[in-house]
């Protein structure tokens, strides 16, 4: 049972790490060769509040889940790119495909643009998430998590060899014992014999 739990721990620690390698490097290449800074894949991506334009219902640090959607309307917070930023502002104005954005905290609203540049709707907000998703995103951070899970990956096999190592000793001891064992019943059965068999023949009459 115990060994089924540590393979699943493992299984686990694995999947993790795959996954975290596998988000960092798919958004270091939406990043910087695509140049897209809220990558949607299948539709639907994750960005991270910078500034606080959106207080106080978004707070910086706050992880964002953006949906892409077929049509925006007034009021709903959307996630632009503006250069090599995402920026998350409420739709405030619309005519036709020109969207007017404004940040709920900045007093001034953005100038308009084409819905077309509109990455997705914000629907869901998790607080400060995003500071760790930010931490884990940089290369130093994915490196300490590699080298954690391979140390612990590695600790965990060598527990477990010397775990089997150890089992099978005792087996090896448990083994001789009862070698010994046998040994002895053997030679006192044999000495037991003997003595009865001495015993007849000096019962026997002598002619």
Excluded: W
Aim: cysteine-free.
């Amino acid at each position: 049972m115990k060994k089924q739990t540590k393979t699943i721990i493992r299984t686990v620690l694995l999947v993790f790490v795959a996954l975290i390698v596998g988000i960092n490097v798919y958004a270091f290449n939406a990043s910087r060769v695509a140049g897209d800074v809220v990558p949607m894949p299948f539709g639907v991506g994750l960005t991270v509040v910078l500034s606080g334009s959106m207080e106080p219902e978004l707070s910086v640090g706050d992880l964002l889940v953006v949906a892409r959607q077929d049509s925006y309307t007034i009021d709903e917070v959307v996630v632009f790119q503006e250069g090599r930023i995402g920026v998350v502002h409420r739709i405030i104005e619309m005519d036709g495909t020109t969207v007017t954005t404004k940040g709920d905290a900045n007093n001034a609203p953005d100038e308009p643009m084409d819905v077309s540049r509109i990455k997705g709707k914000v629907v869901l907000a998790i607080p400060l998430i995003g500071h760790v998703v930010n931490l884990i995103k940089t290369p130093i951070a994915t490196i300490v998590i590699l080298a954690a899970a391979i140390f612990l990956l590695e600790r965990s096999f060598h527990k477990e060899k010397e775990k089997d190592a150890n089992e099978l000793e005792e087996i090896r001891r448990e083994i001789e014992r009862l070698k010994q064992t046998s040994s002895t019943q053997t030679s006192q059965t044999s000495q037991t014999s003997q003595s009865s068999e001495s015993a007849e023949n000096s019962d026997e009459p002598k002619e």
